[in-house]
Each structure stands twice: as structure tokens, then as C-alpha cells.
């Protein structure tokens, strides 16, 4: 009772302090007094004068805490929000909203408000001891939902718990006497701030094209827009004060690598904008939430001579086709209506060859669609060469035992560029199925990290369980890669992973064999530190391990790791600390070889174990016992791993009979050809196919051609005659399997012992 007495005081308490005298209370609500809530994804509740519903706030007891005996619910993602729909009066612009949040030793806290995608930040006033903040700001016009309600959402990047929420409105408040309406270029910068009598609110555009900064060719001018993309006209009323932006767009061109995604389920798709589009009816409905044709009408594209087009239609339905001429001509019925049409101009059709999904190089619209269409047991084939996804984030593969296979780790670069950070919206790829697998290929958020004075940006991020990376190089800065998935269990062999802060982040068990771990530079000028990972693992997980890899630091100061979030582990076994690419300490103020200070948790166990310089030598300190802290907690630990505690980590213990992916992942050598077989041949001007066995055998290959094998996952092994020796055999055994190649009347032809084979693996006559 007396625990229940004192919250309910506090409740009263923070809604009486925010609802200052005069003030009319709109929509309150706090959370309710418990230490979780079960099931809360999309949970309907009542508040003060206002419906709520609330959805992907977190569901167990780690994810709440507690601040002077009052109960604070954890947003950790772009999905984690809170809505509420006034039941007595509306949402107006002009009226309070005051959010208290609860966290410790960070100033900047944020909920921040987002209507359809967009919205004000809402400034984090500190109260004393870093404790209990108050977020506050006043609504614009845009901030509202359309249906009256107003969402808040979690500040991007920071993990935030929070307790109330309150929408207030003065009736007493002086009337303005003007609207001020604040305009920016396409640049960012400020041009003019214009003031308008509220007596007569018609909004008079005060900028044009011409007041712009010089505008790049191919470019265009759209007109001015709010930050939520609702593009403001001449003649307008205003409701409040404006901010407007200049909308600066590429002007569309059909071009055979073009891509056109049309999201028409916000009412601020205008097909004027767009030089590739045309609708002969409709148009945006809120009711349908799309492009709405009432009595049928017809959408015209214009595209490059080979296309694919992809509809999402009422309920979610997608269709997709290929065509191969230049005006496509898409015809609807009455009531019918479009929430996404996507155009992926491509070189060729997608067509499917010995089981690869076979990408024409350079071509990554094409390979967007190959991802689309993969099924069970498929696999993509990626010739050397650039597949740049200009800004689109998130690329997804969500089939569950399929493969991506590039022709090589350095030649084949899959790219994008986050426009802004943020660890769950920005990755090159995402993974949402299982038992994936990726070999001989790199990963790049070209994320401009200096420029935009850091941020988070993945190259990869992982939501499912069972992935393989071989011969993988993963490239970006803050959160390069991002195991998202308590239980998941993953791998990584022969592969790189370059970054900055915490760049081998999340949940799960991964195992990395062989694995260059590369610092980037924390600053343009070379200064700060970096922290190799940042384990979120669960109680239930094995966290990262790390056996036999190599460290190279561009930066001056590096950390093992550091803690994050659940019961983090991190191990280092036989790791080689590599200077060649600039000298780097492991011990430097809060740097213990780990980070001493946790980010939201105490590690479970930390530790290192023989590490050694690059020619062998031990390196490692015999003892290193740290004491980690957090909010005054501390614990201390020993992270010189034993000899037993190296070998219960070992590959065969860390997946025991569960999983066997080293075996998935084997190299096989291309000879001797066999007819079930399937080969990547390879030709000296660039040029590659896929064959079988069966058509290899009857193939009379170019000079110098290679051939490789596939493995059990579609990756393609080592190239014949390049294989490297097994381990313990003698040098005239060595010898004696020698290969060499020798060029007869034009034909390339392989020498190994006494036997002479055709590149195939043919033996001939001597």
C-alpha cells in the first residue's frame, strides 16, 4: 500500500507540474505501475482525455527501470511508439507537449515527435543529478497526424525510457499577432525568416529558384516543403509558424541502371515531380491509404528497353513483371488502388542458370530484383564489379537457405549511402531469413562519418539466425556490423570488418575464425579511440568469440570491447596484434585493454588469451584484472583466460552437435572435374560463366582460363592448380603432385606427375 500510495503521489505529482495554472490538459498518460508489460506490441489503453496505443515497447523486465521508485518503459527503435488520440477537445497547433524520461548521465534523451515519418525535435531539459529529464516543445501544424493524434517516437540512435506523456493547452495564452514563416535552401543554410499578420494568414512564397544556391545539372527545383514533405502553395492559410525547404531532386532520365521508387501511400507523393510518371485519373486517398482510381485510370511510365516493375496494390498484394519496351501502361478498375510502384530499369531480364540468380556486373537494380525473387535453396551470382544502391537502405534477404556468392572479396563491392545515421535503418544489407550464407564479396555504407561528425551506419545487420560469412569484407564506420537476434547463432571466416565506435555490435553467439578486425581512424585528424565490439548478448548466449584474428588500428587508442546491454561476453583467443597499417595502445585512461565504464549493463565475462605480436611472441599481460562501473555499481574480473577457460571455447564447444558451418563453408578443389559438379569459369579479359561438370567436360576453354568449384553453398573454391598443399605431406609427395600449366596449339592443358589434363580436368595422352 505504501509503495502504491507514493507512486500514485508522484503521478499527480509530474501531471500538476507540467499543467501549469490556466493550462487545459489535452492527452495525459503514464505508463501503468509495473515492472513490465507483458504483450504490449500494439496494446490499445485509456489515459487522461485520450486514447493510447502503444506498440514495440520492449516486453520484459530488462527492458524498464526504475527512478525514484517510478517505473520507466524502454523505446530501443524506430518501432517503439507512442500515439495518442484525444477523446475531449483536439490536438491544435500552438498546444504543450511535455515528455518526462528517465536515464542517467546523458543530456540529449529524446523521444522526438514524428508525424508520417518526419517531425520537431523535442528539446531534454536536465533536472538535478542527470536523473529525470523533461522533453517539451510546442506543436506545428505538421506534428499532427491527420487524424488529430500525435506520435512519439524515440530519438534515433539512443536507447530512452520513458514514463509520461502530456498535451496541454493555454487558453489564456496572448494571441499572436504574426506567423513567421523560415525558409532553407537545398544546402541546409538559413535564407530568411518571413513574418505574416495573423489578421490576414495567406501565405505569400518570399524565395524562388533564383534565390537558390546554384543548382547541378540533371538536377531540378520542386518547390517548397515542410520537414514531413508536404509541399506548401501560394495562397495558403496559416495556422501557425512555418518551416519550409527547398526540395532540390534529380530530374528523372530512363537510363538502363535507373531506379524510380514511387511510395504513393503518403499524400505527399506528387506525380508532377517525377518526369517518368503520368496518371490519367486518380490520386491520393486517405481512406485507402494509396492512389486511388474511383472509376478505373490508367498510370503511364516511361522506361529503359528492359524493366521491371513491381505494384504493391490494396492488402498488401505485389505483383511483379519484366517488360522490355519503353512506355509501360499500367491500367486499373474502379476502386483499385496503388500504395507503392517501384521501376527497376535493368540491362537483361533476371533469368535463373544452373540454380544462380547470375547478376550482370555492375547491374544493382538487377540484383535488387534477384532478391526479390529468391526461393528456398537459391542462390545469386555477382561478377566482379560495383552494385551501387545509391541511398537506398536495408536491402533485404528475407528467404530463409539462400545463398549471395560474389566472384571475389575485393572485385565485387555492394554499396550504399545512408543519408542519415542509425543503427536500425541504415544497413547496405539486412538478413531477416535464416541459414544465409554470403562468400567472397564486400559490404560498404559509404556513410560520409567524418563530414557528418559521426553516426551509426551498418554494412550489415543480421536479424535471423545461422549466417555465414566467407571471405567477407565488411566496410563502414559505427556499427559496421550488427548481430540483431538473442539466440542467433552465426559465423564468420577468412573475412574483414573495418570501423570505428563499437563496429561489431548486438546480441546472439558469433564465432569469427581468421577475421581481420580493421580500426578506422575515430577522428578526420587521426585523434580518439575506437572500441573493436559492443556485445548486447543474452544471459541464455555465447556473445563473440574471436579465435585466431588479426587487429590493424589506424587509431591511436583501442578497446577489446566494451559493454552494452544484457549479460555482455567477449573472448579473444590467439589474436595477433598487427602494426603495420600504425602503432596503437590497449591502455589509455578508461581503457583497460577494455572499456571500464558500461553503456547499460556490467559485463557477464570479458577475456583474452594469448595474444601475440605478429612473429609469434606472447604479448599479452600473465594477469588483468579490471573493475568495471556503471552508475556507481562496479564489478571486477580477471580477463587473462586459463588454459581451460581458452579451451571451453573452442569451435567444437562453442557449436557443439547444433551446427556444423566450418563444414558448410570447406573450400573445394576444381580436380578432378566431375559431370554433377557445378564451375565458375573464369577468363583472363574478366569474363565468367557458371557451367556443370557435364558441359565443362565437353568445353574447349580460351588460354589461361580458370575453373572453380562450388562448395555445398554455392561459393566457388579454390582455382585449379592453385590449391593450397595438405598439411604433413612430404616434399616428393609435394612434388610429385606438382601442377604446372603448358600452352599446346593454343590449348591451355595442366601437367601434374606423369598425367596431363585439359583446364576441364580431362586427362589426355601425353
Known sequence: ?????????????????????????????????????????????????????????????????????????????????VTLQPTDGSIAPGDSVFVTLGHTGKRELGVYLKTQGSGTWISATQTTNGEVVVAKAKLTRDDINDDGSISFFRKDGNSTFVRSFLVTHDPNAAAATEYY??????????????????????????????????????????????????????????????????????EEVATPTARFLYNMSTPYFYADEHECFSATAGGYAPIENGWYFPGGGDIVLTVSPNVY??????????????????????????????????????????????????????????????????????????PNGIYDLGNLCLTAINKNNV?????????????????????????????????????????????????????????????????????????????????????????????????????????????FENTLLYAEKRQANGGGSDALTASNADASDKGYVFHNCRVQSECPTISLGRSWKNAPQCYFLNTTLDYSQGNFTLESGDIQRWTTKGMNALPERFGEYKTMDVDGNIISPATNEVTFTLNGETKSMETILTDDEAAALSYENFFGDIWDPADEAKQVNA???????????????????????????????????????????????YKAGQEPKSEGIENTAADKGKIEKVVRNGQLLILRGNALYTATGRQIAR
Not at 567524418?450 to 566496410?475: F, M, P, S, W
Request: include cysteine; glycine fraction near 10%; proline fraction near 3%.
Open 309 to 382: 516493375i513491381e505494384v504493391v496494390t490494396g492488402g498488401g498484394i505485389t505483383t511483379n513483371f519484366y517488360a522490355d519496351q519503353q512506355t509501360v501502361t499500367l491500367s486499373f478498375n474502379g476502386g483499385d488502388f496503388v500504395k507503392e510502384l517501384n521501376i527497376y530499369n535493368v540491362t537483361e531480364e533476371v533469368q535463373k542458370e544452373h540454380g544462380y540468380y547470375i547478376v550482370p556486373a555492375d547491374d544493382a537494380n538487377y540484383l535488387l530484383m534477384a532478391l526479390r525473387q529468391l526461393q528456398d535453396r537459391d542462390k545469386v551470382f555477382l
Open 671 to 717: 580436380l578432378p572435374v566431375e559431370e554433377d559438379g557445378i564451375y565458375l569459369v573464369e577468363n583472363p579479359d574478366g569474363h565468367c560463366f557458371i557451367t556443370t561438370g557435364e558441359e565443362l567436360n565437353r568445353a574447349d576453354l580460351v588460354p589461361d582460363a580458370t575453373i572453380r568449384r562450388a562448395n555445398a553453398r554455392g561459393g566457388f573454391g
Open 181 to 250: 514563416v523560415t525558409y532553407y535552401d537545398q544546402l541546409g543554410n538559413k535564407l530568411g525568416e518571413v513574418a505574416t499578420p495573423v489578421s490576414n494568414p495567406t501565405l505569400s512564397i518570399a524565395y524562388g529558384e533564383e534565390d537558390l544556391p546554384e543548382i547541378s545539372e540533371g538536377e531540378v527545383f520542386r518547390g517548397w516543403k515542410t520537414a514531413i514533405g508536404r509541399r506548401v502553395s501560394e495562397g495558403e492559410l496559416l495556422e501557425g509558424d512555418l518551416t519550409v525547404y527547398a526540395c532540390v531532386t534529380d
Open 403 to 511: 545463398s549471395l556468392i560474389g566472384e571475389s572479396m575485393e572485385g565485387v563491392i555492394i554499396r550504399n549511402t545512408a543519408l542519415a545515421p542509425g543503427i536500425s535503418s541504415t544497413a547496405t544489407l539486412q538478413i531477416l531469413g535464416d541459414n544465409v550464407y554470403l562468400q567472397d564479396l564486400t559490404l560498404q555504407n559509404n556513410f560520409d562519418y567524418y563530414a557528418k561528425n559521426e553516426g551509426q551506419a551498418d554494412a550489415l545487420h543480421v536479424k535471423g539466425t545461422k549466417a555465414i560469412c566467407k571471405n567477407v569484407r565488411l566496410l563502414s564506420y559505427q556499427d559496421t556490423y550488427y548481430s540483431n537476434y538473442i539466440g542467433g547463432l552465426h559465423y564468420f571466416e577468412d573475412c574483414e570488418i573495418h570501423g570505428t565506435v563499437d563496429f561489431i555490435c548486438g546480441d546472439g553467439s558469433v564465432f
Open 1 to 81: 500500500m505504501k509503495k502504491t500510495f507514493f507512486l500514485f503521489l508522484m503521478s499527480c505529482f509530474a501531471l500538476g507540474m507540467y499543467a501549469q495554472a490556466g493550462q487545459d490538459t489535452v492527452a495525459y498518460y503514464a505508463f501503468p505501475e509495473t515492472s513490465y508489460l507483458p504483450g504490449t506490441s500494439g496494446k490499445n489503453i485509456a489515459g487522461v482525455n485520450c486514447t493510447v496505443t502503444y506498440s514495440g515497447i520492449g516486453n520484459k523486465e530488462s527492458n524498464a527501470a526504475i527512478v525514484d521508485g517510478i517505473y520507466y518503459l524502454k523505446f530501443t527503435g524506430d518501432a517503439s511508439y
